[in-house]
Nanobody, 123 residues
Framework: QVQLVESGGGSVQAGGSLRLSCVAS???????MGWFRQPPGREREAVALIDSGGRTRPADSVKGRFTISQDNAKNTLHLQMNSLKPEDTAIYYCAARTWVGSCLDFSRRYDYWGQGTQVTVSS
């Protein structure tokens, strides 16, 4: 089992930036990783996915503003969030799944989840 711990959330004004981090209990080499979020009163949605080779797929809503990356040496996943908007307000979750097929497939079920970190963007 993989344990995931997120950090870096907080409150910022619109247009600001935050950098989220997710530390895993094991190497990412055999897992697909992703960031998800759940806005208030809405269902959880994918934000960005990454495969072991560093290829990424952001959601349309964050494309050009958010960047997902990983530091394999430190077993750490990052989400750099720029040009934040109030609609980005949500609890952000780091997630992992055993690699099967493409890691950049938004339809796949994820097995392991972090506790979440709150991101609040004020206007």
């Amino acid at each position: 089992q993989v344990q995931l711990v997120e950090s870096g959330g907080g409150s910022v004004q619109a247009g600001g930036s935050l950098r989220l981090s997710c530390v895993a209990s094991t190497t990412y080499s055999t897992y697909c990783m992703g960031w998800f979020r759940q806005p208030p009163g809405r269902e959880r949605e994918a934000v960005a996915l990454i495969d072991s080779g560093g290829r990424t797929r952001p959601a349309d809503s964050v494309k050009g503003r958010f960047t997902i990356s990983q530091d394999n040496a430190k077993n750490t996943l990052h989400l750099q969030m720029n040009s934040l908007k109030p609609e980005d307000t949500a609890i952000y979750y780091c997630a992992a799944r055993t690699w099967v097929g493409s890691c950049l497939d938004f339809s796949r079920r994820y097995d392991y989840w972090g506790q979440g970190t709150q991101v609040t963007v004020s206007s």
